[in-house]
C-alpha cells in the first residue's frame, strides 16, 4: 500500500512516527508533500520516508491520500491534487471541521473518509474516530481502521459525533498535558527536581488512564480506593471541586467541540 500525505505537519509527523515501523507498510511507501523543503528534509532523514515539496510525482499512484493540511488552506490543497488522484484511491481527510459531503463534491468518484485523530498516534498511543462517506465499502474502512488502529485505537462514529471527538480526544492531548504541567510546577513547589517531578507527573496520568482503560471501572470508583478517609487525597479533591476543575475540564472541551462545528459551517 502506498500512502501519500498533502501536508508535512505536527499531525502528519505523529501518524508518519506511529506507523512507519509497522509491518504492514514500508517507510519508503510513505510520501509527504509540504510547502516547506526544510520540513521534507527533516521528515525524510528522520522517518526514512519520501518527502518533497508538490506531491505530483506520487499523487497519481498512491492508493491512499491523507489530507493534513490546515482548515483554512484546505480548499487550495484540494484544488491542486483533485483532477490527478486515482479513481480508485481513498482520500482520508484528518481537517477539523471539514465535512464528508464538501469533499465528495471535490473527490466525486473516490471513498472519502473523515478521520480524527490524535498525536499520542506518534507513540502508538492514539485515538482515532472515522467516519465514513456515502462511497466507502467495507474494504476501504477496514483499511483506514488498520492505518490509524497499527498506532493506537480506533473507533468508527457518526459523521455527526466528528466535532465531539475532536473537542475530545482530537484536542485533549493539550488538556492533559497542561495538566501534567502543572502537576510538575507542584511538585517543583514542594522541593521535588524538574525532570523527577514531570516523570512524577506524566506516570501517573499515563498509569491512571491505564486503570480506567484496563480495569473497565468507572473513573470515581478508582478516585475513592485513592482517597482514604480523613487523609491527604480528600484535602486536594476538596481544592479541586472548590476551583472548579471539573467544570473547567468540561468547559474546555465544550469551546473546543463549538469551534470545531463552527468551522465545519464556515
Ligand atoms: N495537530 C493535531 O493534534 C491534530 C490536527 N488535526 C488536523 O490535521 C490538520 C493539520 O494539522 P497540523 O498538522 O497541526 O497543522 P500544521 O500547520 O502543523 O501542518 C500543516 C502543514 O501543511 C503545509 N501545507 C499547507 N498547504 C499545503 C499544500 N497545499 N501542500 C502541501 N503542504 C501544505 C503547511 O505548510 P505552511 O505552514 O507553509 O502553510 C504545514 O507545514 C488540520 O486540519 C487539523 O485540524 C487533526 C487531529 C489532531
Ligand atoms: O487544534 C486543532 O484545530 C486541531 C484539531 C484537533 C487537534 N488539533
Not at 473518509?113 to 465514513?132: D, H, Q, Y
Not at 511538585?187 to 527536581?193: I, S, T
Request: net charge neutral; proline share 4%; hydrophobic share 45%.
Amino acid at each position: 500500500m502506498k500512502i501519500g500525505f498533502i501536508g508535512g505537519g505536527a499531525m502528519t509527523e505523529a501518524i508518519v512516527c506511529g506507523i512507519s515501523s509497522q509491518p504492514w507498510i514500508k517507510p519508503q511507501d510513505i510520501y509527504v508533500s509540504d510547502h516547506k523543503e526544510d520540513r521534507c528534509n527533516y521528515l525524510k532523514e528522520k522517518y526514512s520516508i519520501n518527502a518533497i515539496v508538490g506531491a505530483q510525482s506520487f499523487i497519481k499512484t498512491a492508493d491512499v491520500v491523507i489530507l493534513a493540511i490546515k482548515p483554512q488552506t484546505a480548499f487550495k490543497a484540494v484544488d491542486e491534487i483533485k483532477d490527478s488522484v486515482d479513481a480508485g484511491a481513498i482520500i482520508i481527510s484528518i481537517i477539523a471541521g471539514l465535512a464528508l459531503a464538501d469533499l465528495e463534491k471535490s473527490f466525486p468518484d473516490n471513498p472519502v473518509i473523515r478521520v480524527m485523530p490524535n498525536t499520542p498516534m506518534a507513540v502508538s498511543a492514539g485515538m482515532s474516530a472515522i467516519a465514513t462517506g456515502s462511497k466507502t465499502k467495507k474494504a476501504d474502512a477496514n483499511i483506514a481502521e488498520r492505518i490509524f488502529s497499527s498506532a493506537g485505537q480506533a473507533v468508527i462514529v457518526e459523521e455527526k459525533l466528528m466535532d465531539a471527538v475532536s473537542g475530545l480526544s482530537g484536542s485533549g492531548p493539550a488538556f492533559i498535558f497542561i495538566l501534567i504541567d502543572a502537576m510538575s510546577d507542584a511538585g517543583v513547589r514542594a522541593g521535588l527536581k524538574r525532570d523527577t517531578a514531570v516523570k512524577l507527573a506524566a506516570q501517573t496520568v499515563f498509569g491512571s488512564a491505564k486503570m480506567v482503560l484496563e480495569t473497565g471501572m468507572h473513573p470515581a470508583q478508582l478516585r475513592d480506593q485513592v482517597t482514604s478517609p480523613g487523609g491527604t487525597t480528600i484535602e486536594g479533591v476538596h481544592i479541586m471541586e472548590q476551583r472548579g476543575v471539573r467544570g473547567a475540564m468540561i468547559d474546555a472541551i465544550t469551546a473546543a467541540v463549538e469551534k470545531s462545528k463552527a468551522m465545519g459551517k464556515k
